[in-house]
T-cell receptor, first 111, second 113 residues
Framework: GENVEQHPSTLSVQEGDSAVIKCTYS??????FPWYKQELGKGPQLIID?????GEKKDQRIAVTLNKTAKHFSLHITETQPEDSAVYFC??????????FGKGTMLLVSP | DAMVIQNPRYQVTQFGKPVTLSCSQT?????MYWYQQKSSQAPKLLFH???????NEADTPDNFQSRRPNTSFCFLDIRSPGLGDAAMYLC????????????FGPGTRLTVL
């Protein structure tokens, strides 16, 4: 089955800096890669996703890149703000399978 | 507007006392999922329904059951909760399986005394 590795487990940045979270996956047939943000005591919320026919996708301060050859994808957050502090999960899935999540990254943005 | 609703948000039960958690959705999605999430861990899929078709994960204990009486509602039944079942239980929906976006509810925090 699919295995998703996520790094780092904790990331501390200053407000205004950029943050990068990286994930690798094992199943070359995986073709859907969402990123979720989970605030304390709440359910995960989708913030951006990318499919295998696209190499990069951007939504305001958030971007995701995908390298299918290397089987890794990354989340980039620019101009970080304190409200970006949360746990971020990457995930991967292939046709006819369910999502496999990474273990999560706790992002702390200091004012 | 809430799209995936979970009730209650907090549930306290006693060891061995059956408990039912509820999930409803206004998205008219075909697929409904139940996840268990323990502290500082990723969500772990317990099972999902594709329409009325129930799909159990191989490592989901028999203690966990689910019902989906109609498109909008799905229930998680824990027949005899143990201390190790204390967790956040998340419901999610998607229009279709696999590569379709999943939308999560706010979760139900279960405490077992």
């Amino acid at each position: 089955g699919e295995n998703v590795e996520q790094h780092p487990s904790t990331l501390s940045v200053q407000e205004g800096d950029s943050a990068v979270i990286k994930c690798t996956y094992s199943d070359s047939a995986s073709n859907y890669f969402p990123w979720y943000k989970q605030e304390l005591g709440k359910g995960p919320q989708l913030i951006i996703d990318i499919r295998s026919n696209v190499g990069e996708k951007k939504d305001q301060r958030i971007a995701v890149t995908l390298n299918k050859t290397a089987k890794h994808f990354s989340l980039h957050i620019t101009e970080t703000q304190p409200e970006d502090s949360a746990v971020y999960f990457c995930a991967a899935s292939r046709r006819y399978s369910t999502l496999t999540f990474g273990k999560g990254t706790m992002l702390l943005v200091s004012p | 507007d809430a799209m995936v609703i979970q009730n209650p948000r907090y549930q306290v039960t006693q060891f061995g006392k059956p408990v039912t958690l509820s999930c409803s959705q206004t998205l008219n999605h075909n697929v409904m999922y139940w996840y268990q999430q323990k502290s500082s861990q990723a969500p772990k899929l317990l099972f999902h329904y594709y329409d009325k078709d129930f799909n159990n994960e191989a490592d989901t204990p028999d203690n966990f059951q689910s019902r989906r009486p109609n498109t909008s509602f799905c229930f998680l039944d824990i027949r005899s909760p143990g201390l190790g079942d204390a967790a956040m239980y998340l419901c999610a929906t998607s229009r279709d399986r696999s590569t379709d976006t999943q939308y999560f509810g706010p979760g139900t925090r279960l405490t077992v005394l």
